[in-house]
T-cell receptor, first 113, second 115 residues
């Protein structure tokens, strides 16, 4: 497996469910990112982890909870989501720091009913 | 306030001709710019980047031009091919983004290359 992988690729959940999105990078990078892409809107940065430490939390509601157990894995735990949270959730990784290219996974398409 | 803007939501060109995608930014602290391409059901794929110390960077059929005084950059694809049909995102990084490597993205431009 190479690059950045994400599972599941598609997820349908009710507002009372708890689910987790998983991201894994095989690039030896030090930083990992969660983005949200809603229809007709730019990619919105949610969280940044550098060397497993959260360095950015972009005013994301607490119903989204990230976890970075090591530099290769990143999770996004979801609970009591709202229908407006339906979107494409993208994970990315980079060497970390300014001027480094980010490489994206294929995304998880989330639908909240 | 959107710091990176792609004002054309879509662009249609004929195969073999030039495609020009435009991007404007407002933050004078941006000094590193990237273009990504995205196919449906896939994540964005890195295409090409440019640092503010340059005004042009070329990679095969793709060239990015940066006009710092106008806070404008453009991506030229020549010759355009049907496989280039995708959504193109412009992104920027600020010199004061520290160890986050934070990128700010535009809304994207959908390019259609007709055979």
């Amino acid at each position: 497996e190479t690059g950045v992988t994400q599972t599941p690729r598609h997820l349908v959940m009710g507002m009372t469910n708890k689910k987790s999105l998983k991201c894994e990078q095989h690039l030896g990078h030090n930083a990992m990112y969660w983005y949200k892409q809603s229809a007709k809107k730019p990619l919105e940065l949610m969280f940044v982890y550098s060397l497993e430490e959260r360095v950015e939390n972009n005013s994301v509601p607490s119903r989204f909870s990230p976890e970075c157990p090591n530099s290769s894995h990143l999770f996004l735990h979801l609970h009591t989501l709202q229908p407006e949270d339906s979107a494409l959730y993208l994970c990315a990784s980079s060497q970390g720091g300014h001027g480094e290219t980010q490489y994206f996974g294929p995304g998880t398409r989330l639908l909240v009913l | 306030d959107q710091q990176v803007k792609q004002n054309s939501p879509s662009l249609s060109v004929q195969e073999g001709r030039i495609s020009i995608l435009n991007c404007d930014y407002t933050n004078s602290m941006f000094d590193y710019f990237l273009w990504y391409k995205k196919y449906p059901a896939e994540g964005p794929t890195f295409l090409i980047s440019i640092s503010s110390i340059k005004d042009k960077n070329e990679d095969g059929r793709f060239t990015v031009f940066l006009n710092k005084s106008a806070k404008h950059l453009s991506l030229h694809i020549v010759p355009s091919q049907p496989g280039d049909s995708a959504v193109y995102f412009c992104a920027a990084s600020a010199v004061d983004s520290g160890n986050t490597g934070k990128l700010i993205f535009g809304q994207g431009t959908t390019l259609q290359v007709k055979p």
